[in-house]
């Protein structure tokens, strides 16, 4: 049985809440040396880049000292680097911590503001701010939350915990309950629990619906409704965690959530810091038996979807 290689400690700190990219070495290649590697492997960077970083000395490590850029390659090597960081339009927006203790964050993040860093959102994620606003560098998230949904996102504290909590989600041993805006229509019967199949294409913006054996499962409740307007406030509590589910069943039924730029049809981009008309659907609660404390949770965003609080102002986009 072949010995899984511990990994060492950063020797960079984070910046701006954000980790230093590791890269191993792989056991086997044809590189002569560590610059020609990583050259090729981080080729999406943009010529001469990565052996500026090398001649700079961005590049260190397990010993936190530069990798020289004619360094022999050594199979499993580990170095790591911080990337440029883009540019980021701050969310206008604040974040919330209805609940924190030794071992877990609760945060009630906004609208548009991504649960970690990925792609061109990196330190304006939830994660990155908590981060900084805690002074807590070890903070992880142990489940996400889309970009475009409000609500409550659970992280943790110690990452030698992390695991146990990560663990809740996956075992569906959280019940989190939503809460949506979306028109109303009388002949939507319901209650009703909505089962289906549902793909996430990589490099598809939208999932879908297909044949086969119901991976998705979201029970829907129409929690309010009014006649002025013809909108309905539904309280939607997923079975499971497929991604976009809750929109893609909503759509299904014939009522797509307010403000959803892809069901029942993708739309163009909206430019690069417009926050008006957000989409109406928001993390309202998370209730869970603590892992590590054996306490019982239940929290309650205090976030209120504003098509449902003033619909004139969220069409407006004021």
């Keep these: 049985m072949r010995r899984k290689t511990r990994t060492p400690p950063s020797p960079l700190p984070q910046r701006h809440g954000v980790d230093p990219v590791r890269v191993r070495l792989p056991a086997e290649g044809p590189w002569a040396t560590v610059g020609e590697h990583l050259v090729e492997r981080l080729s999406g960077a943009g010529p001469g880049v990565v052996r500026a970083m090398l001649d700079a000395g961005r590049i260190v490590g397990a010993d936190g000292r530069a990798v020289a850029p004619d360094a022999p390659y050594v199979p499993g090597m580990f170095v790591w680097f911080h990337r440029e960081l883009p540019e980021e339009v701050p969310v206008p927006f604040p974040l919330e911590v209805v609940y924190r203790d030794a071992h877990l964050v609760v945060a009630d993040k906004p609208h548009f503001l991504a649960t970690t860093p990925r792609g061109s959102h990196v330190t304006e994620t939830a994660l990155a701010r908590l981060r900084r606003e805690l002074d807590l560098p070890a903070l992880s998230a142990a489940h996400r939350l889309d970009r475009l949904t409000a609500g409550l996102v659970l992280f943790t504290v110690r990452p030698e915990e992390r695991g146990a909590y990560q663990t809740l989600f996956r075992d569906r041993r959280v019940r989190k309950e939503y809460e949506a805006v979306a028109p ?3 002949s939507l019967a319901l209650p009703r629990t909505v089962r289906s199949r549902i793909v996430k294409e990589r490099g598809v913006l939208a999932a879908r619906e297909v044949e086969g054996e119901p991976n998705a499962v979201t029970l829907v409740e129409l929690a309010e409704r009014r006649e002025a307007d013809g909108l309905g406030r539904y309280r939607l509590t997923p079975g ?26 993708v739309a163009d981009p909206v430019p690069v810091g417009d926050f008006r008309r957000p989409l109406q659907l928001l993390a309202r609660e998370l209730e869970f038996t603590d892992p590590v404390t054996g306490t019982e ?22």
Aim: no cysteine; proline share 8%; hydrophobic share 35%.
């Design 184 to 186: 109303y229509e009388p």
């Design 240 to 265: 499971t965690g497929q991604t976009h589910q809750l929109r893609v069943h909503m759509n299904a039924l014939g009522v797509p959530i307010l403000g959803d730029p892809l069901y029942p049809e």
């Design 297 to 318: 949770h239940r929290f309650r965003s205090g976030r209120r979807l504003e098509a449902w609080s003033s619909y004139a102002r969220w069409a407006a986009g004021q």
